[in-house]
Nanobody
Framework: QVQLVESGGGLVQPGGSLRLSCAAS????????MGWYRQAPGKERELVAG?????????TYADSVKGRFTISRGNAKNTVYLQMNSLKPEDTAVYYC???????????????WGKGTLVTVSS
């Protein structure tokens, strides 16, 4: 089995920073992509940032977070981080880690999700 576990959410004032972490564990053959989605109350889940393979390749960001958020992969390559700076109240949401993983014994990738971590930006 494969699991994704997020950490780092919490309450922060507008203009502040938070760093989210996500670690993948289990029977992993390879990780094709990792990233972050978020879902605000009453809204659909949206892509925040994503990175392909080891992070040295393509990355993508939602327009609303460009220049403020930075996604990176850990040295072990099974972790992904989201550094969030200049946070705004509209960034308040549950943030979900996702990964496209080929599990051991399989020859195709599947999408895995963490349970989410709440980020609240408020004064």
């Amino acid at each position: 089995q494969v699991q994704l576990v997020e950490s780092g959410g919490g309450l922060v004032q507008p203009g502040g920073s938070l760093r989210l972490s996500c670690a993948a564990s289990g029977s992993i053959f390879s990780i094709q992509a990792m990233g972050w989605y978020r879902q605000a109350p009453g809204k659909e889940r949206e892509l925040v940032a994503g990175t392909i393979r080891d992070g040295a390749g393509a990355t993508t960001y939602a327009d609303s977070v460009k220049g403020r958020f930075t996604i990176s992969r850990g040295n072990a390559k099974n972790t992904v981080y989201l550094q969030m700076n200049s946070l705004k109240p509209e960034d308040t949401a549950v943030y979900y880690c996702y990964a496209d993983i080929i599990a051991t014994g399989f020859n195709y990738g599947m999408a895995y999700w963490g349970k989410g971590t709440l980020v609240t930006v408020s004064s």
